[in-house]
């Protein structure tokens, strides 16, 4: 499978309006990457451009070693011949077709031989459990069973890159977690080079080997699903990456002169799970109380308050207090995340850093006070 290369892209509809910025990007063969942000972020116009339906304004793409796009070397190449497949948000199944006439629509284009067709056509079918529907129509099937058809669609035609606009979107939730899973699967078994574009958090974090966060044409960070939780490259990221979202406690409020230790931090964040309620005055323990308590199924968020400043804790475990009641928020400065006044992330020095490098991948593990 080939790679993606993205150098220094941008995309300008006129001078007050550029969806795209600037943006260098890597798409490792075989890689499953979401590329992640908020409506209008500039993600659909990114992999609209990989796809060939929009001219680069300024940078060059690269799929494989081959230049598909360059305004300064006057390059282009038609999406028909960079062997990508599409899955649109809608679908946009042939209603006058049964469910193998669509599959088999591609292979038809290319002119493939009757025998061949029906063999790709079924092998799909099967992978994809919608044999049993290959007689129906699309105004005959659910809107789980469509996606699958437009993603057969696309995988009969063997692409060398598949590009996702947010085809989940239309699904009810309970759909939404069968087709995740579906998708997850079906990247291992056809060891396709997938770029994913959605808004959802949920699912670029399930989903992806790498995450790309967008925000206003820019990327923000390109990482892990990991890594992109457990170290935020600022507060955009640290903001958008997490349900409950993260709590924000300002350097210089009660709280966060407490806990704060450097002299560059604006503002700390921690995540509510990093939270912990406990009975006594222990260290790093701090008096809270117990505003609200909200079960969500399997979990439980509280509200608190200490020092002035409302926290949200989540947890896996029954809560033992009530609203109302004062018990002992714990915080351990080693999860606390620090930003200074340009949102950028800082390192958190209080703590010894190790770092260790496994399987290519580089994490940073807290030691003993230095």
Known sequence: MPTITLDAISKQYSRQATAVQNI?????????????????????????MIAGLEHLSQGRLFIGDQLMDSPADGCFVSPEKRGLGLVFQSYALWPHMTVEQNIEFGLRLRKLPERERRTRTGEVMDKLGIASYAKRYPSQLSGGQQQRVALARMMVLKPKV???????????????????????????????????????????????TTIAVMSEGQLQQVGSPDDIYARPANRFVAEFIGNPPINQIAADSTLGSRLNSQP?????????????????????????????????????????????????????????VQAGEHTFCQIQPEHLHLFNTDGHRLENTRYGQARIIRNNVSTTTYMHAV
């Open 162 to 208: 598949l590009l996702l606009d947010e085809p989940l979107s239309n699904l009810d939730a309970s759909l939404r977690l069968e087709m995740r899973a579906e998708l997850k699967r079906l990247h291992q078994a056809f060891d396709t080079t997938i770029l994913f574009v959605t808004h959802d958090q949920w699912e670029a974090m399930t989903l992806a």
């Open 24 to 48: 260098d990007l890597h798409i490792k063969s075989g890689d499953f990457m979401c590329l992640l942000g908020p409506s209008g972020c500039g993600k659909t116009t990114m992999l609209r």
């Open 264 to 320: 560059d931090t604006h503002m700390l964040g921690i995540r509510p799970e990093d939270i912990h309620l406990t009975q006594a005055a222990t260290p790093y323990a701090l008096p809270a109380k117990v505003q609200g308590i909200m079960p969500t199924g399997g979990s439980w968020v509280l509200d608190l308050e200490t020092e002035g400043q409302c926290l949200q804790l989540s947890t896996q475990i029954r809560p033992q």
